[in-house]
């Protein structure tokens, strides 16, 4: 059973940077695509941003441009960097297994703590 941990949530000011990574156990990492995704209280987890196992990237809504995500199959991590944090980017952060299918990640249900990110002055 797969087994992700969140690291690397903290609080920034608007305008700052954090890179968040996740460390996976229990499974064969390099065979599915990986995403993070975010929720805040009352709201639906939504997905923030993907990566295929061939490196290609998925990023959804205003952190395009912001976010990068990145993967290291031998380490088996994954990683986002955010630039430019936003105070409405506040949230807590969970990265998730799952697989990319003609354009659209589909989740499992595996989920770990999460990591919370808090963007304010």
């Known amino acids: 059973q797969v087994q992700p941990v969140e690291s690397g949530g903290g609080l920034v000011q608007p305008g700052g940077s954090l890179r968040l990574s996740c460390a996976a156990s229990?499974?064969?990492?390099?065979?599915?695509?990986w995403a993070w995704y975010r929720q805040t209280p009352g709201k639906q987890r939504e997905l923030v941003a993907a990566i295929t196992t061939a490196y290609r990237t998925l990023y959804v809504g205003s952190v395009k441009g912001r976010f990068t995500i990145s993967r290291d199959d031998a380490k088996n991590t994954l990683s986002l960097q955010m630039n430019s944090l936003q105070p409405e980017d506040t949230a807590v952060y969970y990265c998730n297994q799952g697989r990319y299918i003609n354009g659209n990640y589909y989740s499992s249900d595996t989920w770990g703590q999460g990591t919370q990110v808090t963007v304010s002055s």
């Open positions: 229990g499974t064969i990492f390099a065979n599915y695509a």
